[in-house]
């Protein structure tokens, strides 16, 4: 079918305008990747809003596997894991009780707080890299993370 000439300068002359302001937009760094929740290492930076001191004894870490609904980690001393469960759409997460290994350090006392507020967890927020989890009676995050690098 052949269209009538107006209609084929019409849609050659809305062609031309969509393809000049494509090339107008100003030259720009692209969007950082989103940091997601799943398969990352997340390395703790503060626990009930105190800063955790950066000593190889303190390298805490926490993992969710997307395969399994697992977690694991180490806390402060020990190897540890448990289960989670999430709902992506309104931010819920949730922890099982974490089992783990049962060797002594100095920063015992930390490590199970830590392992004693990861159960209580109920939502989480991710901004800039970081990973705050909340629990449900307070309005700041009881645990801190950044991304691994």
């Known amino acids: 079918m052949l269209l009538p000439m107006p209609r084929i300068s019409y849609l050659m002359l809305l062609g031309a305008t969509g393809l000049l ?3 107008c937009t100003k030259g720009s760094e692209p969007a950082p990747a989103p940091v997601y929740l799943l398969d990352r290492q997340w390395q703790l930076l503060e626990l009930q809003g105190q800063p ?3 000593t190889a004894e303190s ?3 926490l993992t969710l596997s997307s395969t399994n609904n697992t977690n694991t980690g ?3 001393c020990n190897q540890y894991g448990g289960g989670f469960t999430m709902q ?7 922890f099982s009780p974490q089992a783990s290994t049962n060797s002594y350090c100095s920063a015992q006392p ?3 707080r830590y392992l004693e507020l990861l159960p209580q967890v109920r939502r989480y927020l991710i901004s800039n890299r970081h990973l705050q989890l909340y629990d449900a ?3 700041q995050p009881v645990l801190v ?3 691994g690098k």
């Open 74 to 76: 180490l806390a402060f």
């Open 145 to 147: 993370f950044e991304v």
């Open 110 to 112: 930390l490590e199970t």
């Open 137 to 139: 009676e307070h309005e």
């Open 88 to 94: 992506p759409g309104n931010n819920a997460l949730g």
């Open 52 to 54: 955790v001191p950066a």
């Open 21 to 23: 302001l494509g090339g």
């Open 59 to 61: 390298r805490t870490s």
